[in-house]
């Protein structure tokens, strides 16, 4: 079965500590990888897409980066307002029209 | 230009009730899908639509079902709901199916449903 899987769950830094998230999955056909940013009670909001493994995308202080069976999201220098849910996702090449979320990892960035 | 747009933003049922959510899609955007994100979890797929017919459904059951009008927006249905169904019901629009373009997905604010 599909799956993708997000570590840490839960990601404490202080303001301008580095760090990255990783997302893992496992799909029949990758068609395309997703970072999404969600905000309490909020949808969740498009970052970048990932395609092929080596391929990288930046947005300020996020770059996300794709290899076979995962991909990382890299924090530079992190402020308290880049607090939220990192979601990973992937769009799979087989089985359907559909796009399969991680459970996400709540970074909390404290001033 | 404005985004994605869900109905009701929130509403309370009982057990055994049915609820109708609404969604209009960003104009121009003619795929609209439909994911459930029970909280502290991931959204989980139910369905897509695309030009009107369904392109892609979720593991979820028969009491869940959707349609899309000529205008490209949609509604959720869900019949005799469960407690288990409380959650934030997202909406998300995109300009084609998946992989015809580049696949990222437009989410509204969602529509909270509190079943008791």
């Known amino acids: 079965e599909d799956q993708v899987t997000q570590s840490p769950e839960a990601l404490r830094l202080q303001e301008g500590e580095s760090s990255s998230l990783n997302c893992s999955y496992t799909v029949s056909g990758l068609r395309g990888l997703f970072w999404y940013r969600q905000d309490p009670g909020k949808g969740p909001e498009f970052l970048f897409t990932?395609?092929?493994a080596g391929e990288e995308k930046e947005k300020e202080r996020l770059k996300a980066t794709l290899t076979k069976k995962e991909s990382f999201l890299h924090i530079t220098a992190p402020k308290p307002e880049d607090s939220a849910t990192y979601l990973c996702a992937v769009k799979e090449r087989s089985g359907g029209f559909k796009t399969i979320f991680g459970a996400g990892t709540r970074l909390f960035v404290k001033a | 230009d404005a985004g994605v747009t869900q109905s009701p933003t929130h509403l309370i049922k009982t057990r055994g009730q049915h609820v109708t959510l609404r969604c209009s899609p960003i104009s121009g955007h003619k795929s609209v899908s439909w994911y459930q994100q029970v909280l502290g979890q991931g959204p989980q797929f139910i369905f897509q639509y695309y030009e009107k017919e369904e392109r892609g459904r979720g593991n979820f059951p028969d009491r869940f079902s959707a349609r899309q009008f000529p205008n490209y927006s949609s509604e959720l249905n869900v019949n005799a709901l469960l407690l288990g169904d409380s959650a934030l019901y997202l909406c998300?629009?995109?300009?084609?199916?998946?992989?015809?373009?580049?696949?990222?997905?437009?989410f509204g604010e969602g529509s909270r449903l509190t079943v008791l």
């Open positions: 990932l395609y092929s």
């Open positions: 998300a629009s995109s300009l084609g199916l998946a992989g015809e373009n580049t696949g990222e997905l437009f």
